[in-house]
Each structure stands twice: as C-alpha cells, then as structure tokens.
C-alpha cells in the first residue's frame, strides 16, 4: 500500500454500519430506550441460551436484570425469572436446573437461587450477608461453587454494627479501587461451595487476597480459580497463578491447602481445562523489563501436577487472545465472559481475539499452531460460552449499527446467526450516519486505521463541523463496536472521526507498547496526522474542529489543546493533567517502571514535562472538563490541576463535576447521569462550533 495515500472502505460485516433512513435522529436521552443481553449461557444440549436481560427503568433511575431463555432452533426468547434484580444463569450439567443470583431489593446481596427449567418456583440456597457471584456447577451436578466476600465468624446476627463507620487502618499502597470502593480484609471475595439439595455452604479459601471465578476440574476433584496471592504484588512484575482447591476441606485455607496448577504467567485473562488434562490460558509469559503492555498470548500448560509446564502456542499470530474492542454500549450490568474453550476433543482451542479494531472468533490446532478466523471483521464479539464439546456458541455480537444481539455460531460450518436483536424495533427507526473505515500514513509513514461517522443525509458537497473521538487506555482499541455518544454527536451534524494510535491494542505488542515512557507524545502525532487525512477530504471545515476523550483519551485532549490551536472546542473526560500527583493518588501503584522509568521524587522533570497542565499557558481552546466525584482510577484532582491553572490564566472554561460517579460514568452509571453527561459534550460543542446559546456555562 502506498504510504502516501489513504485506503478506505465500507465497515465490512457490520450490518447497519450504512447510512438508514430513519424517523429521526438518534438523541442522549435514547440511552433510556436501550436493553442489553449479557453473559449468554449455552445449554449442554445446544438447544437453549440462558441470558441476563439488561434494561433501564428511567422513574427508578436505575438497571433491572433478568434471566432470559431463548430456543437455538426457533429464535426469540422469554422471560424464565421474575425477579429485577437477576443475573448470572448457569445449567446444570444435565441441563434440568439454572443457577443463578439474584437480589431482593436494590442495595441487598446477591444470593444464589435454584430453578428447575421445566416449571417451578426460584428456591434459595444462600442467605449470606457476603452475598454470592460466579456460581459453577460440579461435574455430577451435585454442588454449587461460587464467590462471596462473605467472613463465617465475623458475619453472625450477633454481630452489632457500629453506628457510624469506623476509621480505617492503612498498611498497603492499594487499599481501594475505583467501582468497587475501600477494601476489607476480612471481606473479599473466596471461594466457597453449596449442595444442590441445600444445606450451609462452606468456605474453601480465606485471607485478605480476593480470589478469581471458580470452575471445577473435569474429574470433580478440584476447583481451579485465578489469583495473586503474593503479599506486595506492587513491587514485581504483574503475576497470576492458576490454584486448586479440594471442594472437600472442612475449613477455609489461606493458602496451605492450596496447590499451585500453573505459575510464571501474568494476568490471566481466560482459562479452560481441556478432556486430558492440559489447561490452556489466555496470558502474558513475565518478562523483564517491565512493559506498559503485555499481551495476552495463548499458552498451554502440560504434563502433571503439582507444576506443569507452559508452552505458547501460535507465537507467530501476533494479536491478544481473550480481548475485545471498545464500546459504550457493552451491557452496563451482568457482563459475561470473553469466549474460551476446547473443542475437538481436546486437539483444538477457540478463542475471541482483537484483530484491527475487531473481534473475531478464531480455531487454534494445538499440534499445528496454526491459527483459523472464523469470523470476518467488522464484528464486536462481546461475549460468549460454547457446548461442552466446544462447536456450538451462544455469542452476544455487536457492530458499528447496533450494540449486541444474541447469536448462535457454529464452528464447524462457520454459520453465524442471530437469534435475537432486543433494540431492533426503535434502533432501526432511526437515522443512522454511515461508518467508513480508512487506514492513513502518520507522520513517519506508520500506517494508523480510523473511521468516520458521518452525518445522517450526508451530502460530500457540504463543510461539516467534525469531532475527534480519543479512547483510553490507552491499552484499548475502537473499531466495529456501537457508541452511542458518536451517534448523537454525527445526528447533531458533526463529522465523528475516532482512530487507533500507536499504543492501541488489536496490532500486536510492539505497536502497543511503543509509546511506553512516551505518553503523551506520538499518538497524539498519529491522531492529528488523522484529522489531517480526514481534512484532504474537502468535507470538514478546518475552523470547526472539536476533540473529547475520556481518561487516557481524556489526557491526550488536555495535550493536544495545550500543543496545538487548530481545535474551536474540547470536552476532557475523566482526565490526568499532572503525572506527580497521579502517581500518588490514583487507586493502583506505579511501582514497577511501567510508564515512568522512576518515581517522581526521583525525577520529577519527566513528569512535568508529560504533564499537560505545564503547559496551561498554551491553550486557546475553550475547555470543558467533566468529571465524577468519586472517580479514583483518575482522581478528580486532575481535573481540577487543569481547570485551577486554566482559570488563573484567565482562559475559557468550565468544569461539569457528577456526584456519586466514579471513572465508569459514560459506560454504566446512573441512567440519567450519562444521558446528562451526552448532553454537556454535545450543548459545549454546539456552542463553539455551531454558535448556539450556551449560558448556563457563563459564555
């Protein structure tokens, strides 16, 4: 390809990416409207998916779930729970009962609940004041475990709480972490096991570690779940061993009981026992130095316990396993799990893998190493389970058009189909702009893929005002996933133009890693060498630019607007403006020399010198920096840096601060909030690009 042009095409495999001819523009308050399937539960028999229903009661202000089922032969679904507040279904291995959680009343735990598929009511097994998660059958169908922060001595109705809560006492540097609050000790999440028939259920693990989903080996023999258990994991590389855990210990271990069944890997993102023995995982091998990124390779680990040894398989397929791509659309409840699992007895793994800004299902031949795509581009797989043998998925499948819909793939015959699209009806009576992907040359000739969203009516004649989408991360990619704010901001007449700078995951690890110790600095080179592509068009107008992002997004537009004043507007979303107080507020440690060689006691310049607001005396963009209150992964102190620094130099902005929220804000938080939060992005762009009124902002 020549590196002096751009290639472009149609957002290929993504049904509704084209320009629909719709009743009207898509508006913020839709979000109301959207319902969300999650965590899809393949049946033993193939015939049947249990699902999470995810919908928004806008007079509660707040999410409902339910449990769902649909018929894999005839298509559409019903409602099998009754409850608002039920989630995470799981079959019997027989395929006659669902487990599955569910709460009462809003603010109450969850406990796991029994149902028998065929007919009957919901019957309790737990009433634990920990509440209950993950549930997972045994292999005869006999027992239940699952997760619960739950502590059996402390948690007794004797136990009298303290009217006001208590001072807390500090020992390690991550003490709490954003969407899940301060830690406790005494409460975090282990594993613990039920009976079918009821009874107590009992602890397997204990101590201040929090541990991973629990899944049963195939003999029945142990339960397998994902941990760090090291005492000061900050001070190495990042470190996750496969455990196992006797379902049969009379007492909870804090880890001598425990048998380590894989070690010397980073975090894993999925694993999967296969029908002789060996487990496959989706993992980083450690390795020094230290990276901003470590990708996620496929690994397999052999021979007998207590260690088995770990071989990566397919090497050469430099794309992550067990990832996906970018949206603000995934289901902001319930979840599910990425896909991962054996199938061909054994002799083969598929796997969800971000390739170029998608998601695709891929076939690995273990023996071989080779590596098959079954699915094409242009597809958002958000999540999914297989069959027992592994060739028949339950897949929610998303794409630039629509936010995910319930399919069933099957493997052998590569045959993908949709079952059920929840938000078809109104979603598809609205005007929709067309999506255009494109590959462009970045300054040093490195080839950068983006898309445009255009317009509904788009007319190539006319100058558009535009606005640059800017992801997070920045270990993340954009691509074939459904944004609604994109959608509301091309229906208001702007050009959306989102891309994939170096540093983006979905092309391998040198590309994302490259901007390690240098960030910000050429991804921000590779997003204007975008606008610029976009710009050559003819159908933007140069004086009407705007650019928002969110967290590393939202540090690259506090960057951008400090370098550069091509941009009329800017909204910063959950930003870092100053690296130093960064380093010593957010809710995870930077001990290890992934983005800063040294601390910033040790070297403060280089922190100041990739410290946006050192540059505050640049900025002639009006700014808007939205915020929330309780955002701790990006502290809300960092979006006041910039907005003190700002109003002391006498520039343009303001400052859109959301109690109660945390970093989560445009993905899943409260209904209402993220429709306000849409309509401040889109009222401060149309007020310095368009020239509408604005004065609630003081301009």
Known sequence: ???????????????????????????????????????????????????????????????????????TGAGGARALTSGVYDAQPRWSPDGRWLAFTRR????????????????????????????????????????????????????????????????????????????????????????????????????????????????WSADGRWIFFAADRRAEPWFGLEETKLYAVSPDLESPTDGAALEVVVEGCGTIAAFAEGADGRIALAAPIGSEPARSYEQPRLLLAIGTRPRRELRAIASDYDFPFAEGINSDQHPPRAGGRVPFAFTAGGAVVVSAVAKHGSSHLVRVDLAAGTVTELTPPGLDIVSGTSTPDGRRWALVVGNPGTPGDLHVFDVETRTLRKLWG???????????????????????????????????????????????????????????????????????????????PRGSTSYGQEFADVIQYRFPGDDAKDLMAGVDALLARGYVDETRLGVTGGSG????????????????????????????????SCDFTLYMPFWFR??????????????????????????????????????????????????????????????????????????????????????????????????????
């Open 1 to 71: 390809m020549d590196s002096s042009a751009t290639e472009t095409r149609a957002a290929d495999g993504a049904p509704g990416a084209a320009a629909v001819a719709g009743s009207r523009p898509i508006r913020e308050d839709d979000l109301l409207r959207f319902v969300w399937i999650a965590d899809p539960q393949m049946a033993p028999d193939g015939t049947r998916v249990a699902f999470t229903k995810v919908w928004i009661d806008a007079e509660a202000d707040e999410y409902r779930t339910q449990v769902w089922i649909a018929d």
């Open 104 to 215: 009462t009343e809003s603010g109450k735990p969850a406990q796991l609940f029994l149902l028998p598929v065929e007919g009957g009511e919901a019957m309790p097994l737990t009433s634990l004041e920990g509440g209950t998660s993950d549930p997972a059958w045994s292999p005869d169908g006999l027992r239940i475990a699952f997760l619960s922060s739950h502590h059996p001595t402390l948690d007794t109705p004797e136990r009298k709480k303290p009217k006001n809560e208590p001072a807390r006492i500090v020992t390690r540097p991550v003490f709490r972490e954003n969407d899940i609050g301060f830690f406790d000790d005494q409460h975090r999440d282990h594993v613990w096991v039920v009976s079918r028939e009821g009874g107590a259920p009992g602890p397997l693990t204990s101590g201040p570690i929090p541990d991973g989903s629990p899944a």
């Open 422 to 500: 929840t938000n078809d009806g109104w979603l598809g009576e609205m005007a929709h702009g067309e999506v255009e992907e494109f590959w462009y040359p970045s300054f040093d000739g490195r080839k950068i893929q983006g898309w445009i969203l255009k317009p509904p009516g788009f007319d190539p004649a006319k100058k558009y005002p535009m606005v640059l989408q800017i992801h997070g991360g920045p270990h993340t990619a954009y691509g074939a996933g459904f944004f609604h704010e994109f959608q509301v901001l091309a229906a208001a007449g702007y050009v959306v133009l989102y891309t994939n």
């Open 553 to 584: 997004g939202g540090l690259l537009t506090n960057w951008l607007v400090t370098q550069t004043g091509r941009f009329g507007a800017a909204v910063t979303q959950r930003c870092v403006a100053e690296w130093a107080s960064f380093y010593y």
């Open 598 to 699: 040294r601390p910033p006691f040790e070297d403060p310049e280089e922190y100041r010198l990739r410290s946006p607001v050192s540059f505050a005396a640049n900025v002639t963009t009006p700014l808007m920096i939205i915020h929330s209150e309780e955002d701790w992964r990006t502290p809300i102190g960092q979006g006041e840096a910039m907005f003190r620094a700002l109003k002391q130099l006498r520039k343009t902005v303001v400052m859109v601060r959301f109690p109660g929220e945390n970093h989560e804000l445009s993905r899943s938080g409260v209904p209402s909030r993220r429709v306000q939060n849409q309509e401040h992005i889109r009222r401060w762009f149309d007020r310095w690009l368009l020239g509408k009124p604005a004065p609630e902002y003081g301009v």
